[in-house]
């Protein structure tokens, strides 16, 4: 959208717009009202057209739930890797769990003429996703739509979830739990059905354990995790299993054990998901999925480069997993 499409939906001259958008004197109220009706209605954003005027700012925006998420941290030390190699520098703002929190940080992100943004799993409908794309060069990490308006880049969370299931089940375990995510927790709107649960429960099924199959939906949270451990020992038997929908909800239930008396894996297996750094701690040893953070970092940075030059056509880039043994995994104790 241009100034002179506000100025013909407000019915007003093009200087009329520029002296509202500047906060200039000399325009009555009715006027600024018009116009301003008319910047809302069109989703006109004056700094873009600024920034076009001004050049680059030589910055990559990047937008994450929290700052805290260990795996997003591996993501941006990727992208700070890959820029270090170029004149642009990354500047980071968290968006939240809720929609509302994470418009405003998208929108921060555009009111400083960021060059490109690296949106991580956001909770944008891509209706929203590509109103910025249009106007920035945008890649969207972790969610599994696509569009031609931005890029993409994301992991097999199917496949990643068969290689931790068809793990345990060759180890002889048959009460399996699962802890993934409620949708109250700000997860994407895209990950319905959640993937990771969905092939828990198919490959459950598949091998004949459909009775077995106990999900517990919280958060990809160490309190998550904590939680949703404590709920599934509740139950009788309790499962000699448990895959956690990340490594971070996987420490939870590392501590939920502890505090039972329970160790690991004698008496429950334990698997995560995203092979965080904490995760191959000798004092923690967690089997889990490697989607390599670091990589789908540097791989955002060249993409989003690549658009900033004028690349056009979108690129969808998808991670292969692999599965990380370690200690946590064991067969079945002979209580089990």
């Known amino acids: 959208m241009t100034i002179s499409d506000v100025a013909k939906l407000a019915g007003v001259s093009k200087a009329a717009v520029s002296k509202v958008i500047r906060n200039d004197y000399g325009v009555s109220e009715a006027m600024r009202d018009r116009v301003k009706r008319a910047i809302d209605e069109l989703g006109y954003r004056p700094q873009a057209a600024a920034r076009a005027l001004r050049g680059r700012s030589f910055t990559i925006g990047v937008l994450m739930q929290h700052i805290g998420i260990p795996f997003y941290a591996e993501i941006m030390s990727g992208l700070v890797e890959q820029l270090e190699e170029s004149d642009y520098q990354a500047i980071m703002i968290q968006g939240g769990t809720r929609a509302k929190t994470e418009e405003r940080a998208i929108d921060a992100l555009m009111d400083r003429q960021v060059d490109g943004i690296l949106m991580i799993a956001p909770l944008a409908g891509r209706t929203q996703l590509e109103r910025v794309a249009r106007e920035i060069p945008t890649l ?197």
């Open 140 to 336: 969207v990490l972790g969610r599994h739509d696509r569009s031609p308006a931005y890029d993409s880049i994301v992991d097999d969370d199917r496949t990643g979830s068969e290689l931790v299931m068809e793990h345990l089940i060759a180890l002889g375990h048959r009460r399996i739990g699962h802890i993934t995510f409620h949708e109250d927790h700000g997860q994407p709107a895209d990950h319905k059905p959640h993937l990771r649960a969905e092939t828990y429960e198919r490959v459950m099924r598949d091998h004949g354990f459909a009775d077995e199959i106990a999900v517990v939906a919280t958060s990809y949270s160490e309190e998550g995790g904590y939680r949703g451990a404590h709920e599934l020992l509740s139950r009788s038997p309790r499962p000699t299993a448990i895959f956690a929908g990340s490594d971070e909800s996987a420490l939870g239930v590392l501590t939920a054990l502890h505090e039972a008396g329970l160790s690991v894996p004698d008496d429950v297996s334990v698997a995560g998901y995203d092979n965080t750094r904490l995760a191959a701690h000798p004092n923690i040893a967690l089997t889990t999925v490697n989607q390599d953070g670091a990589v789908m970092g540097r791989t955002a940075g060249r993409l989003l480069l690549e658009r900033v030059e004028g690349r056009a056509a979108a690129v969808h880039f998808s991670v292969t997993p692999s599965l990380v043994v370690r200690r946590s995994t064991a067969p079945p104790g002979p209580g089990a």
